[in-house]
């Protein structure tokens, strides 16, 4: 199995990676290694914005910091390239051309080396089984996060911030990647007025609490009681969720195309939380920690 990264776009780095894997699988075949399987791991990314969007933010980020686009003014995804003298792009992509089954169909009919498919050179070592985990590609798309809105406010320096009833506990992959930008819109939204630019806050209590580090344009200024909706969070907000402030976890509901909903992971309650503290201060040894 290879891991070559998250959110990958650019399908060049697979075929590189699959042209080494066969070319591995021959050596170790040749030395008397038997190899049942390959496996290419995941990584595939998926499509948060439109791509004419996500250019469009770019180059708010690198232009527009001075009206803080971005939080306190940092430089988020960019570095600068002292070869192009200009700053350069490197954090991830999000925006994806391929849905998981192009990808399949590409891997599958690209011409590798020796101007073979990559169904040929399978054939050619046995065809073992191959593996991939598509991961974020299949679910990342499908999840929405709900959270209600409990204030709207500036900051000391002016700039507009939405507090939601949800911290990055729910919502941490923004934290390890910090140019992760979903979209948000207000739900159930009938009324009309001017587009209004935002910081989305949670409820921790520390400042670092920020869903996103990057301006969301809303299409009104919310109200308390509003809900927001975070689109495109299937694939890690559930996974990286914690009671960080002792904050019971949401719950998850399955909505099918024809509208039916469905309970799949309930939420906690208080009880839940603190189910696992015990009374350090009693004599009987089933109070105090000592686990059977």
């Given at each position: 199995m290879v891991h070559i990264g998250s959110q990958i776009t650019d399908m060049k780095a697979y075929y590189i990676v699959l042209d080494t894997l066969i070319n591995l699988f021959k050596e170790a075949q040749k030395i008397g290694i038997e190899v049942n399987e390959i496996n290419l791991g995941g990584g595939l990314g998926i499509q948060y914005f439109e791509m004419k969007d996500w250019d469009t933010i770019k180059i708010k980020i690198k232009n527009t910091r001075k009206e803080n686009y971005t939080w306190t003014n940092e430089l988020i995804g960019y570095e600068y390239n002292p070869e192009l003298k200009d700053l350069e792009w490197i954090g991830e992509e999000l925006s994806c051309a391929y849905t998981p089954d192009v990808f399949i169909q590409k891997l599958f009919n690209k011409k590798y080396s020796a101007n073979k498919t990559f169904k040929k050179k399978l054939e050619e070592i046995g065809t073992p089984k191959f593996v991939i985990e598509p991961g974020r590609s299949i679910v990342g798309n499908a999840g929405v996060t709900i959270a209600k809105i409990g204030r709207v406010s500036k900051t000391p320096l002016g700039q507009n911030m939405v507090h939601v009833d949800a911290?990055?506990?729910?919502?941490?992959?923004?934290?390890?990647?910090?140019?992760?930008?979903?979209?948000?819109?207000?739900?159930?939204?009938?009324?009309e007025g001017e587009t209004f630019e935002t910081f989305v806050a949670g409820n921790l209590c520390f400042t670092g609490d920020l869903l996103c580090k990057i301006k969301n344009r809303l299409v009104?200024?919310?109200?308390?009681?509003?809900?927001l909706l975070f689109y495109d969070t299937g694939a890690y907000s559930d996974f990286f969720a914690s009671?960080?402030?002792?904050?019971?976890?949401?719950?998850?509901?399955?909505?099918?195309?024809?509208?039916?909903?469905?309970?799949?992971?309930?939420?906690?309650?208080?009880?839940e939380v603190f189910h696992r503290e015990l009374d350090w201060r009693s004599d009987k040894e089933k109070d105090h920690g000592v686990q059977k």
């Open positions: 911290g990055v506990n729910f919502h941490t992959f923004g934290t390890a990647v910090p140019e992760q930008l979903h979209r948000i819109e207000i739900a159930n939204n009938i009324e009104r200024k919310p109200k308390k009681g509003d809900y009671n960080a402030n002792l904050f019971p976890r949401p719950a998850k509901v399955m909505v099918a195309k024809d509208g039916t909903d469905r309970l799949l992971v309930e939420r906690e309650d208080l009880f």
